[in-house]
């Protein structure tokens, strides 16, 4: 069941919208926000608020890359593997982000702090290799800047 605020920001939202469904990926960024991941009880939650069906809310979920429909760590790491970070030390950048945090790619800490997720772009080419940590961006990584990364997590 949505809260009481969940539902509260979900309705202004829903203002700024000819459709209803014109929200949807608002709407699940709002319980995302609130529960740190889109549940499938959400979505039948959400769906009648948006005038969809659970699939179509499903969809959209499963498509926009930005909404989690499985628990994440405290703290999502989000690794650009574009072209552009490849070329320019992806690789060694996500072995790091491995050891140090324990995990593969797609997996959370055992403590439940940080999942690694890969992404497809984060559109920061001139600035390769970066990742984002929850909304924060982080570039020109190396070695050394990925451990004080995570070293203010701690």
């Given at each position: 069941?949505?809260?009481?605020?969940?539902?509260?920001?979900?309705?202004?939202?829903?203002?700024?919208?000819?459709?209803?469904?014109?929200?949807?990926?608002?709407a699940l960024?709002?319980?995302?926000?609130?529960?740190?991941?889109?549940?499938?009880?959400?979505?039948?939650?959400?769906?009648?608020?948006?005038?969809?069906?659970?699939?179509?809310?499903?969809?959209?979920?499963?498509?926009?890359?930005?909404?989690?429909?499985?628990?994440?760590?405290?703290?999502?790491?989000?690794?650009?593997?574009?072209?552009?970070?490849?070329?320019?030390?992806?690789?060694?950048?996500?072995?790091?982000?491995?050891?140090?945090?324990?995990?593969?790619?797609?997996?959370?800490?055992?403590?439940?702090?940080?999942?690694?997720?890969?992404?497809?772009?984060?559109?920061?080419?001139?600035?390769?290799?970066?990742?984002?940590?929850?909304?924060?961006?982080?570039?020109?990584?190396?070695?050394?800047?990925?451990?004080r990364l995570?070293?203010?997590?701690?």
């Open positions: 069941m949505l809260s009481r605020e969940e539902q509260q920001e979900i309705e202004a939202e829903l203002t700024h919208y000819p459709y209803k469904r014109g929200a949807c990926i608002e960024k709002i319980v995302q926000r609130h529960r740190g991941w889109v549940s499938d009880e959400s979505l039948h939650d959400l769906a009648p608020l948006l005038e969809m069906s659970v699939h179509e809310l499903d969809n959209v979920a499963t498509f926009y890359n930005l909404i989690f429909r499985q628990p994440v760590g405290e703290h999502v790491i989000l690794l650009c593997d574009s072209v552009s970070c490849w070329l320019m030390g992806y690789e060694q950048i996500r072995a790091q982000l491995q050891q140090e945090l324990g995990i593969g790619m797609g997996q959370t800490t055992e403590d439940g702090r940080f999942t690694l997720l890969p992404m497809p772009c984060l559109g920061d080419c001139d600035h390769a290799p970066a990742l984002m940590i929850d909304e924060e961006l982080h570039h020109d990584l190396d070695g050394e800047k990925v451990t995570l070293g203010q997590y701690d």
